[in-house]
């Protein structure tokens, strides 16, 4: 009962009952736990945000990436049941990657809500961060039965191809590794600056093959910098028929 009242205070007559409008649309229902909503929207690198500045979205997304990936394992287990077990972590794997997030929670319009409450210039593993943190307040306010629901008909098959997915493969990092073993090749990943921007820490990596730095790229997560690099990498040594080579040099290592 006492949930029911707060979402029609909320929904109704809050003064912030323009934000649990937005995350209505968002869910599919008005929170009655408005301050663990606005929580989902909070970066650790907000400055001056009230009394939120103490808090940010973390917690949640932690939360929140656990749960996902729960949700995910079953949907596919239930949807593929003559699958085996390699195939259904790559499945998930793709689904629940950063980049895949990212692309989703844009999709949704999250940076809106992102911008109402950041001090920050917004980069796009915020916008995954702050999806996964949604999913970690849903999941507080309405249990795990409903959170499955919401994901599957609000996530999963609004915003997702799974078929395509079935047949697309953009895990550059796993395609690196597998071309260098196959052939005999060392491979190395090297964290070779970290830096800060906007506040936060951001890692430049380079990937060596045979100790020949292949590429390098930037970002604000480890793991997307390296799949990012090891995508430059197959760029630089992908002939003209798509095959990959190590291209004629010497074997020593480029410097920074």
């Known amino acids: 009962m006492i949930k029911l009242f707060l979402r029609f205070y909320n929904r109704f007559l809050h003064p912030e009952k323009e934000f649990a409008r937005r995350v209505r649309s968002l869910v599919g229902f008005t929170p009655a736990y408005m301050n663990v909503f606005k929580l989902a929207f909070f970066h650790k ?5 009230g009394d939120y500045a103490i808090s940010n979205n973390e917690r949640l997304e932690f939360l929140g990436d656990s749960v996902l990936s729960t949700i995910v394992a079953e949907y596919l287990f239930k949807k593929y049941p003559d699958s085996d077990e390699g195939f259904l972590t ?32 917004l980069s796009k593993s915020m916008l995954g961060n702050a999806l996964e943190a949604l ?25 997702l191809d799974i078929e395509m997915l079935e047949r697309f493969d ?13 052939n005999g090749y060392t491979i190395e990943y090297r964290v070779v600056n970290k830096y800060k921007s906007e506040k936060r820490d951001k890692f430049k990596v380079s990937v060596f093959v045979n100790n020949r730095r292949m590429g390098t790229a930037d970002d604000f997560n480890k793991k997307s910098a390296e799949q990012l690099a090891s995508e430059r990498a197959i760029q630089s040594m992908s002939g ?5 080579h190590l291209p004629k040099g ?4 480029e410097e920074e």
């Open 170 to 182: 953009d895990n550059y990092k796993s395609q690196l590794l597998e071309w260098c073993q196959k």
């Open 90 to 121: 790559k499945m998930r794997s793709k689904i629940v990657k950063r980049n895949s997030l990212d692309e989703i929670a844009d999709r949704m319009n999250l940076d809106t809500l992102l911008n109402d409450y950041n001090q920050t210039r």
């Open 240 to 244: 003209a028929n798509g095959t990959l």
């Open 45 to 49: 690198s907000t400055s001056n945000a």
């Open 250 to 253: 010497g074997g020593t290592e």
């Open 135 to 159: 999913v970690g307040a849903v999941y507080i306010e309405v249990g795990y039965n409903q959170t499955k629901h919401y994901v599957i008909s609000r996530i999963l098959r609004r915003y």
